[in-house]
């Protein structure tokens, strides 16, 4: 029952986010438009937040904005559940009232749902997340082909802190949050800054969701904190790992984007790790102490995984937060 339900979620929501699932190379000039945090959903309620940070290392002010998507049920003693997902306007975009109904009749408390971006229209603001979503690293573990005139990367430590700390505590100013039980959702970049907040910071979530994460950015560097985190993971306790991919769907590229530049070095780069790399990751993780799994959504290109991951990751965090009482 419970896999014809989610199948039937998928199909309902794909059916709502179809002009995307094509799209290889994501365009940058999208605006978000009207949205289920405008229309309304059975079962949550909506409020936006707006904040902001100094980057130290760029010495200039970010604003962020919050779409906040509240249960509408009565809070448990304990607080809600708390899945914090970046690209959050892209994502809101991929978000139906019928998705979102189904998530709050789950079975326990439905989490409470943050949509985190930066505060513009654009649905995916690509410079901006480049420096939020990425480590550090030097010049040299930069290829050629990450080196985009405009671009900078590096700043994850910094957001990884203001999430933990500004956002979340922003969150429980408008409903009581449950600690113990917060996730983190990014797709792409998105999702190898999830993997860096596992493997760097692994106590400030609980449960995260990588989707087709960037593996290969900076000459596979988070594969070397992969490996630096096996011990730290070692003694954690309680976290889940739920990585989403997609199979298959590069192979039908257009011509016009096989020819694209950009994407030429995009799919280049990606060569850095193996096809397999994210596999054998989780079964790492795995290893170490952390309840990790891997699905795969054949079929599907790179940026089509965004919006397909979503009824997979929010099935995944309702089982986890009932499973870990």
């Given at each position: 029952m419970?896999?014809?339900l989610?199948?039937l979620?998928?199909?309902?929501?794909?059916?709502?986010?179809?002009?995307?699932?094509?799209?290889?190379?994501?365009?940058?000039?999208?605006?978000?438009?009207?949205?289920?945090?405008?229309t309304?959903?059975?079962?949550y309620?909506?409020v936006?937040?707006?904040?902001?940070?100094?980057?130290?290392?760029?010495?200039?002010?970010?604003?962020?904005?919050?779409?906040?998507?509240?249960p509408t049920?009565?809070?448990?003693?304990?607080?809600?559940?708390?899945?914090?997902?970046?690209?959050?306007?892209?994502?809101?975009?991929?978000?139906?009232?019928?998705?979102?109904?189904?998530?709050?009749k789950?079975a326990?408390?439905?989490?409470?749902?943050?949509?985190?971006?930066?505060?513009?229209?654009?649905?995916i603001?690509g410079?901006?997340?480049?420096?939020?979503?990425?480590?550090?690293?030097?010049?040299a573990?930069?290829?050629?082909?990450?080196?985009?005139?405009?671009r900078?990367?590096?700043?994850?430590?910094?957001?990884?802190?203001?999430?933990?700390?500004?956002?979340v505590?922003?969150?429980?100013?408008?409903?009581?949050?449950?600690m113990?039980?917060?996730?983190?959702?990014?797709?792409?970049?998105g999702?190898?800054f999830?993997?860096?907040?596992l493997?760097?910071?692994?106590?400030?979530?609980?449960?995260?969701?990588p989707?087709?994460?960037?593996?290969?950015?900076?000459?596979?560097?988070?594969?070397?904190?992969?490996?630096?985190?096996?011990n730290?993971?070692?003694?954690?306790?309680?976290?889940?790992?739920?990585?989403?991919?997609g199979?298959?769907?590069?192979k039908?590229?257009?011509?016009?984007?096989?020819n694209?530049?950009?994407?030429?070095?995009?799919y280049?780069?990606?060569?850095?790790?193996?096809?397999d790399?994210?596999?054998r990751?989780?079964?790492?993780?795995?290893?170490?102490?952390?309840?990790?799994?891997?699905?795969?959504?054949?079929?599907?290109?790179?940026?089509?995984?965004?919006?397909?991951?979503?009824?997979?990751?929010?099935?995944?965090?309702?089982?986890?937060?009932?499973?870990?009482?």
């Amino acid at each position: 029952m419970f896999s014809r339900l989610l199948f039937l979620c998928f199909i309902s929501f794909s059916s709502l986010v179809s002009p995307f699932f094509a799209v290889a190379k994501p365009d940058m000039t999208i605006k978000t438009g009207k949205t289920v945090a405008d229309t309304g959903a059975e079962g949550y309620r909506f409020v936006r937040l707006t904040l902001s940070r100094e980057d130290t290392i760029q010495h200039r002010q970010i604003d962020y904005r919050v779409n906040l998507a509240i249960p509408t049920t009565p809070t448990p003693d304990e607080g809600f559940p708390l899945l914090i997902m970046l690209d959050g306007n892209a994502a809101l975009m991929e978000v139906n009232a019928d998705l979102l109904a189904q998530v709050s009749k789950r079975a326990g408390p439905p989490p409470v749902l943050a949509f985190l971006a930066h505060d513009n229209d654009l649905r995916i603001d690509g410079d901006a997340r480049a420096w939020d979503y990425t480590p550090a690293v030097t010049d040299a573990q930069l290829s050629q082909r990450e080196k985009r005139p405009g671009r900078s990367y590096g700043g994850a430590d910094q957001y990884l802190a203001f999430i933990t700390h500004d956002v979340v505590s922003a969150i429980s100013q408008h409903t009581q949050i449950n600690m113990q039980k917060r996730g983190l959702w990014g797709h792409s970049y998105g999702g190898l800054f999830v993997l860096h907040a596992l493997f760097t910071q692994p106590e400030g979530f609980a449960f995260y969701a990588p989707v087709d994460p960037s593996l290969w950015w900076g000459e596979g560097y988070i594969l070397k904190e992969e490996k630096s985190a096996a011990n730290t993971l070692n003694s954690t306790q309680g976290k889940s790992l739920f990585v989403v991919t997609g199979s298959g769907g590069d192979k039908n590229r257009s011509h016009k984007d096989r020819n694209d530049p950009a994407l030429a070095a995009i799919y280049k780069a990606r060569e850095a790790v193996p096809g397999d790399e994210i596999s054998r990751l989780v079964e790492r993780v795995n290893a170490n102490n952390v309840n990790a799994k891997h699905i795969t959504l054949p079929g599907l290109s790179h940026g089509a995984t965004l919006g397909a991951s979503l009824p997979e990751v929010f099935a995944a965090f309702s089982e986890f937060t009932r499973s870990n009482n």
